[in-house]
């Protein structure tokens, strides 16, 4: 997963690089190179940020069910909620063991 | 180098944006839900607003004379507009500071709906054929074939002259011919009465 963001922003870096260019000297093959490859990679970048983030989002809400599904149903575990729960320091430990019933 | 606002702004997007991915690079942070909202800023936000703006920075320098200049078989025309001396109607026209640095764009643009697109297609088609074909000719080699692709629309320089200006009228050809230049069936240029618009490729 975050191999996948460390490329999606090793890619954004590059296709940065070939718009800066493309301001700094205005001339035919920097220009045409920004508009083309540069527009590509940079979408294909945001393209992989937007598909990792939306696949951990889905994990989130997963998890958030099944911490319900295993005893929470009273709780009544709300999706923001659990995620947040799942985002605090022991993250991990959340997900897997859910907090008491009542709490 | 000239920077205008929307160069500056595609400047500053992609600091922005490089610093995010950097420390995002060097810092390797977890995937917390701020690190989402940076890497949105990183990877989404700025990047577009870099692209957008340089995109926009990128299609004005295509109009720019020097930029038309660039690929050496255009230089002769390039010289030639920006002489002083030439009494050539590139060179007379590209001595309006209104458009003179974008002159080759004012006249060779085409001004229909989707103009600037059509153009620009153009553009992408001279750029193929120089790559495949005039890169490696010598300028005499380049003069002989080199050559407007339709005749030259007279709408073109009615876009400026309107043929309705009273000494313009006081022409006899332009009086006789009125009908035909409105309807774009006599051309200004081509037909030998105004120009050349570039002395250099007629001479032998």
């Known amino acids: 997963m975050n191999k996948w963001l460390r490329a999606s922003a090793v890619l954004t870096l590059v296709a940065l690089a070939m718009m800066v260019w493309s301001v700094l000297r205005p001339t035919p093959l920097p220009v045409m190179l920004a508009m083309s490859l540069g527009q590509a990679v940079g979408t294909a970048a945001f393209g992989i940020y937007g598909w990792v983030v939306l696949a951990d989002l889905r994990r989130i809400r997963r998890d958030a069910k099944r911490a319900q599904e295993l005893g929470l149903a009273e709780a009544a575990v709300e999706a923001p909620a659990a995620e947040a729960a799942v985002e605090a320091p022991a993250a991990e430990a959340a997900a897997t063991k859910p907090p008491e019933p009542g709490s | ?204």
Not at chain 2, 41 to 69: D, M, Q, W
Not at chain 2, 103 to 109: D, E, G, L, Q, R
């Open chain 2, 1 to 204: 180098m000239h920077l205008d606002a929307f160069a500056v702004i595609a400047l500053a997007g992609a600091i922005a944006s490089a610093l995010i991915l950097i420390w995002y690079l060097v810092a390797r942070p977890q995937l917390n839900r701020v690190t989402k909202l940076a890497l949105l800023l990183g990877i989404g936000v700025f990047p577009i607003a870099t692209a957008g703006s340089g995109n926009y920075a990128g299609f004005e320098a295509t109009k720019h004379r020097e930029f038309c200049g660039s690929c050496h078989v255009m230089t002769p025309y390039l010289e030639d507009a920006t002489d002083p001396t030439s009494t050539g109607l590139a060179a007379i026209h590209t001595r309006n500071a209104q458009f003179g640095e974008e002159s080759c764009y004012t006249c060779h643009a085409d001004y229909g709906m989707f103009g600037t697109i059509v153009t620009k297609m153009g553009g992408m088609r001279h750029v193929y054929l120089y790559l495949t074909e005039f890169r490696n000719k010598t300028l005499a080699e380049a003069k002989a074939e080199i050559h407007i692709l339709r005749p030259f629309p007279s709408s073109t320089c009615r876009r400026c002259h309107t043929t309705s200006a009273p000494k313009w009228s006081e022409v006899g050809d332009h009086a006789a011919l009125l009908k035909e230049l409105r309807a774009g069936e006599v051309g200004c240029v081509g037909e030998g009465c105004h120009g050349p618009a570039h002395p250099w490729s007629k001479q032998p």
